[in-house]
T-cell receptor
């Protein structure tokens, strides 16, 4: 069974304190891994797509990396406005597009 | 402004009373999908559509129907809602199937449904 596990479930940081969120997956073959940000009461907002091990993507203070077993979302010098729930999802190679989502990491950045 | 809209945003209904949640996108996207989000379970795909008149089941399709008669609209239909369908529902769209290339998927604001 395809599984996606995100850790930690919750993370509290001080403004400027860099850290990483983890998304580990066990799938038969990875087609793509997606990262989203979700603010309370809103729909997820697309951040990145990663397709192959070794790939990296950056956007402002966020950097996503991918290995054969997991992905990391690195947050450098976070600000309070980075507070949100971060979701990752994987799509398995072959067949239809049905993403499997992790349960998310709730990030709070204190000023 | 590129957007995905859903209506209603909040709905309280009773068991067995048919309801429809509408979804519309203004980006001429081919791919649209519906998700439900439940605490502790994350987002799960209900149905998706790769284009007009082309729909397929996601992970949790039981109790739901969809239709895609026009490219911009993808309504979610609950013929006989039950309390276990109480959830937060999201519609999403992207230009093409978001498994190739870097296809951004846009999500709607969500519809919170309570079935009594």
């Amino acid at each position: 069974e395809d599984q996606v596990t995100q850790s930690p479930e919750a993370l509290r940081l001080q403004e400027g304190e860099s850290s990483s969120l983890n998304c580990s997956y066990t799938v038969s073959g990875l087609r793509g891994l997606f990262w989203y940000r979700q603010d309370p009461g809103k729909g997820p907002e697309f951040l990145f797509t990663l397709y192959s091990a070794g790939e990296e993507k950056e956007k402002e203070r966020l950097k996503a990396t991918l290995t054969k077993k997991e992905s990391f979302l690195h947050i450098t010098a976070p600000k309070p406005e980075d507070s949100a729930t971060y979701l990752c999802a994987v799509v398995v190679a072959g067949g239809s597009y049905i993403p499997t989502f992790g349960r998310g990491t709730s990030l709070i950045v204190h000023p | 402004e590129a957007q995905v809209t859903q209506n209603p945003r909040y709905l309280i209904t009773v068991t067995g009373k048919k309801l429809t949640v509408t979804c519309s996108q203004n980006m001429n996207h081919e791919y649209m999908s519906w998700y439900r989000q439940d605490p502790g379970l994350g987002l799960r795909q209900i149905y998706y559509s790769m284009n007009v008149e082309v729909t397929d089941k996601g992970d949790v399709p039981e109790g739901y129907k969809v239709s895609r008669k026009e490219k911009r609209n993808f309504p979610l239909i609950l013929e006989s809602p039950s309390p276990n369908q109480t959830s937060l529902y999201f519609c999403a769209s992207s230009r093409r199937i978001p498994r190739d290339n870097q296809e951004t998927q846009y999500f709607g604001p969500g519809t919170r449904l309570l079935v009594l």
